[in-house]
């Protein structure tokens, strides 16, 4: 019996003894994760979820829009990062919004619009001359007079508020992404999509507040 | 035991600091004289004694890691790179900023950077349920176990630099997203009261603003609020001429029980307003004196208390207490035993008292309330700030005075960040030298990390991430 009891009591010690919290695992090899779920690690920024499901939106407002994406002449559209304004406090390469949004929509309007590069303009410039001069063959769409003129300009704004709450340490971040479309020659917005909205908290450790 | 061992961790990383050195100088001789076969033995003996120095020292780094890994960086950054090395993880935002400042300094553009990328990252990165940050809480463990972050005026000054950089880039909204988000740290205060008043990121969130085309009345008049005189610039405005006077505050520990974090002004430095001159490739010379607009140290005393200090206080209240009570037991048993002439229940009752007392100190003694003072050693005093118009190239220098007149620091040439909208001129005036080694660091927290087996393999992945670090900087 009182065997038991030593064992017991030693049992009860080893219990206590116990981390509180389960030690981190040791290190993980890179790991394919789902590019739409939260993943391992997450903020209060925009994700790549976000960029995704934003994108996702415009795709099906646009082609529902029969003005746009059933227009006897399929529209050509300017969507460039650098006319993606980043106004929030979240560093942030707008290019991942505009290659991800220009890429779906590319591929799902599946010609019922046309995309235009400003950003490849110098190349385009310096390809024609070459094709004029002689340089080089006219390929095989042939030449034009002009480069395309556009009919539209995919714009959009990212803003952010910031809060914090200095007694439990709670950061919360809202941020909302607008896009709209112009018109090029009359200025009218013909298309602006619903605020993608995020708000998101989170509150770090005691030690670092 | 512990105790005992840190000298002798040292003793050792500097004689075989030695023998890298004479393995280096004999170098060359041997080189002559190549034997496959010996080399391979020698080899093998240094992975076996590595091996061995590892299980009774820790993971590292030694000599001739660091050594290698130092090899191929420039001799201006290497100090830096040789604290990131070192340091490991728990010390690597202290390490990536300084390293990234020094990296602005020398013009590693791209090093400066991804440095500060790094330790941002780090910086965002929220501890929810983490050992280390566990152990910094714990009544027995001090505060430096935890990972660097640094107080709010040093991690809004990451931010600040950072935001200089996309300046440089002509970023501008990425600019005013880094500025933005060292303001946030500035709000990271106990008391209400405290809010916000870093007007030099007011000014440069602002700047960023008008750079990038947008409405910047209300970041100036942010700045102009914290900072009376700190105004709006010209609209045809287009020069953002920066100069960082003297050196930042250092942290010290105060205190009975060392719990409390004091920030100790720097001296030395009499400047205290700089001068700017521009000469265009054609036209008169341009005299700008820049505008105060902040003071690090000021920054750094104002916060009002941190919440860690609450628990660093709790902590050192367990250990004057329990110290008390060990002592006074002590006391009153010894006296006991002493007025019992060693004989009875007295003398026993008085013996037993006093070994609880001793008791009682000796588990008071296990307490750790000291406070972390790492510290980001390279920073600034002051940050003047002016602006100026130019419509073409032009050259820049920079003079500095104190209250008493011109300081004799020789004016200094600056490289102007040429934009498309926007030029950055930024410069300091006193050349950048820190130290060799995580300013602060408690040495005997890091030897006693060393030998923890979960932080020793997060360092050595942490060390092997450097690599790709390195290759990916040097690309730009």
Redesign the interface.
């Known amino acids: 019996m009182h065997k038991l009891r030593i064992a017991a009591v030693a049992l009860t010690c080893l219990a206590m003894a116990q981390p509180a919290v389960a030690a981190p695992k040791r290190g993980q090899p890179a790991v394919e994760l789902d590019p739409n779920s939260v993943g391992t690690v997450s903020g209060t920024g925009i994700e790549m979820r976000d960029i995704i499901g934003m994108a996702d939106r415009i795709v099906r407002d646009l082609l529902q829009r029969p003005d746009i994406a059933n227009a006897p002449k399929p529209p050509r559209i300017i969507l460039e990062g650098s006319r993606i304004a980043n106004k929030s406090s979240q560093r942030l390469d707008t290019d991942m919004l505009s290659d991800q949004l220009r890429s779906q929509l590319l591929r799902a309007a599946a010609g019922r619009m046309r995309f235009l590069s400003r950003e490849n303009i110098q190349d385009v410039m310096a390809e024609r001359e070459l094709k004029r001069e002689g340089q080089t063959d006219v390929g095989t769409s042939g030449m034009t007079r002009a480069p395309a003129g556009a009919d539209y300009r995919l714009v959009g704004r990212i803003t952010s508020q910031d809060a914090r709450n200095n007694t439990t340490g709670a950061q919360q971040r809202a941020m909302q992404v607008v896009f709209e479309l112009i018109d090029l020659e009359t200025s009218e917005t013909v298309y602006i999509s619903e605020p993608y909205v995020i708000v998101r908290a989170q509150r770090d450790d005691v030690i670092y507040r | 035991m512990r105790n005992l061992m840190l000298p002798l961790v040292a003793a050792l990383l500097v004689s075989s600091a030695g023998a890298a050195l004479a393995q280096t100088a004999a170098a060359p001789a041997a080189a002559a004289v190549s034997d496959p076969v010996a080399d391979k033995a020698a080899l093998k003996a240094r992975e076996k004694q590595l091996r061995e120095w590892r299980s009774q020292y820790g993971e590292g780094p030694y000599p001739n890691e660091i050594d290698a890994f130092l090899q191929d960086k420039p001799d201006r950054l290497k100090p830096y790179w040789r604290a990131l090395f070192v340091g490991g993880e728990r010390n690597s935002v202290l390490n990536f900023e300084r390293l990234g400042l020094a990296a602005i300094e020398s013009g590693d553009w791209s090093v400066a950077e991804k440095a500060f990328d790094a330790a ?1 990252l780090r910086i ?8 280390q ?2 152990a ?2 714990s009544l027995f463990r001090k ?1 430096s176990n ?1 990972d660097y ?1 640094g107080e709010p005026y040093e991690r809004a000054m990451a931010y600040y630099y ?1 935001g200089l950089l ?1 300046l440089r880039r002509n970023d501008y ?2 600019a ?3 500025f ?2 060292g303001e ?1 740290q500035d ?6 009261e405290f809010k916000s008043d870093f007007a030099a990121l007011n000014f440069l969130i602002g700047w960023s ?1 008008k750079c ?1 085309g ?1 409405n910047a009345e209300p970041d100036f008049a942010a700045a102009a609020a914290a900072q009376p005189g700190l105004v709006a610039p010209p609209a045809n405005h287009n020069i953002l001429l920066i100069a960082e006077l003297g050196h930042g505050p250092a942290k010290a520990q105060d205190g009975a029980q060392k719990e409390k974090v004091v920030f100790v002004p720097a001296t030395g430095f009499p400047e205290a307003k700089a001068m700017f001159m521009l000469a265009p490739e054609k036209g008169e010379r341009i005299t700008v004196e820049p505008m105060q607009a902040s003071s690090v140290f000021f920054q750094a005393t104002t916060r009002g208390g ?3 200090d609450g ?1 660093l206080n709790g902590k050192a209240n367990w250990k004057t207490g329990t110290q008390a009570v060990g002592n006074t037991a002590m006391m009153t048993g010894l006296a006991l035993m002493n007025n019992s002439s060693g004989y009875g229940n007295s003398a026993s009752a008085g013996a037993a008292i006093a070994i609880g007392g001793a008791l009682f100190s000796a588990f008071s003694s296990t307490m750790k309330a000291d406070a972390d003072i790492r510290y980001w050693d390279t920073l600034p005093d002051n940050i003047v700030i002016g602006t100026a118009a130019a419509k073409m190239r032009f050259k820049a220098t920079a003079a500095f005075a104190g209250s008493d007149g011109p300081v004799d620091l020789a004016p200094r040439e600056v490289t102007p960040f040429a934009g498309e909208k926007c030029t950055l001129v930024w410069t300091r005036s006193r050349p950048i030298e820190g130290m060799e080694d995580t300013p602060g660091d408690d040495l005997k927290v890091r030897a006693s990390l060393a030998r923890d087996k ?1 932080l020793a ?2 360092n050595r ?1 942490f060390r092997a991430s450097l690599a790709d670090f390195v290759t990916i900087a040097s690309k730009d």
């Open positions: 941002l965002e990165t929220v501890y929810g349920k983490n050992a940050a566990e910094a809480r505060e935890k972050k950072r996309y909204d990425n005013r997203a880094s933005k988000g946030f709000t990271v205060s106990e008391a209400e603003s990038a947008d941190r919440a860690m628990i979960k393999e997060k992945l």
